[in-house]
């Protein structure tokens, strides 16, 4: 099999535009997403810089309306909820999926125009700490471990209180990182798979080498190790007119240009065939799940259609070991 690709779907962009609207045209368009045989649907955070409808009440309802298509959240803010809550609210959802979610959670670091993190009463590095508490409580309870749950910041011993998720051992957590030495260790210790969103192939290559090479210390199976990616696209005609739209996009979206954008994000505008050419460099780097975020506010449907029917089998054909 080849590698995975994905879509995020347009959350805060259809909440920008159908404000009291916007999750029926989504919950239709994560169908769309399925019909076009892509691998996977995801939805972001952010409830105070950019408002948009809440990650996991809209993955059930989505999860209701696709039969096979994996869903996730790329990515949540997970130190912004008590960990007991989200814990319920994932297993809750795994259900529902009937095995099929994934959750990629980060950290809140900020953007340039991203003033979320400055009201989260805590270090960045506090911040770290707590998310990997959360998980590993989470981890140790969904796979029958014995274990103290009393950690520096919470005493989570009531999450055995709660119902099982549906997955064996639950729902693969990824880390949404770059390739910081940090995040490569964490990863390896105790995270189902890695989500850089800034990040070179040639980066990736060795950031996910060491991600392995670390596992293995810590008597791990590298291969339980899931290697995503997120990647901002827009199609167009030839190179510029793509770039001109990312443009666009950022300046209306962050009111910020794509040159700055791009030194905290990835991204691509161009044909849907360099398109491949791109995302075939990270394959061959190690990557085998990619998401795409489609950044347009005026020609999603078409550009879905378009990558869906030559990017998405092109990306299938790549063969991977």
């Avoid at 298509?69 to 130190?79: S, Y």
């Amino acid at each position: 099999m080849g590698a995975e690709i994905g879509v995020a779907l347009p959350v805060r962009e259809y909440s920008m535009l159908y404000p009291t609207d916007a999750a029926a045209p989504l919950i239709s368009l994560a169908r769309k997403v399925e019909e076009l045989r892509f691998d996977s649907v995801w939805v972001g955070d952010s409830f105070v810089t950019r408002p948009r409808l809440e990650p996991l009440a809209l993955l059930g309802a989505i999860s209701m309306v696709t039969e096979d298509v994996t869903i996730g959240t790329a990515a949540l803010t997970a130190v912004l909820r008590e960990p007991k809550a989200l814990a319920h609210a994932i297993t809750t959802l795994d259900q529902l999926s009937n095995g099929r979610l994934k959750m990629g959670l980060g950290m809140g670091e900020p953007l340039p125009v991203n003033n979320e993190s400055d009201l989260v009463p805590m270090s960045y590095t506090e911040r770290i700490t707590r998310v990997d508490e959360m998980v590993r409580a989470f981890k140790t309870v969904w796979e029958g471990r014995e274990g103290d749950l009393k950690g520096q910041y919470y005493n989570l011993d009531e999450l055995r209180q709660q119902g099982p998720p549906k997955t064996q051992g639950g729902p693969g957590i990824y880390l949404a990182s770059n390739g910081k030495p940090k995040a490569v260790r964490r990863t390896a210790e105790m995270y189902d798979g890695w989500m850089p969103v800034h990040i070179d192939a040639e980066g990736y290559r060795h950031s996910l080498g060491q991600i392995r090479e670390h596992a293995k210390n810590f008597g791990r199976n590298p291969d339980d190790i899931r290697p995503t990616m997120y990647i901002n696209v827009n199609i167009g005609q030839d190179t510029a007119s793509g770039e001109a739209a990312l443009n666009d996009y950022t300046t209306r979206y962050y009111q910020l240009p794509q040159t700055t954008m791009s030194n905290y994000q990835n991204y691509f505008g161009g044909t849907e065939k360099g398109l491949v050419e791109h995302l075939r460099e990270f394959i061959e780097a190690g990557c085998r799940h990619i998401i795409l975020r489609i950044n347009t506010f005026t020609d999603y449907d078409d550009m879905l259609r378009v990558i869906g029917e030559n990017v998405v089998p092109a990306i299938h054909e790549i063969e991977v070991d």
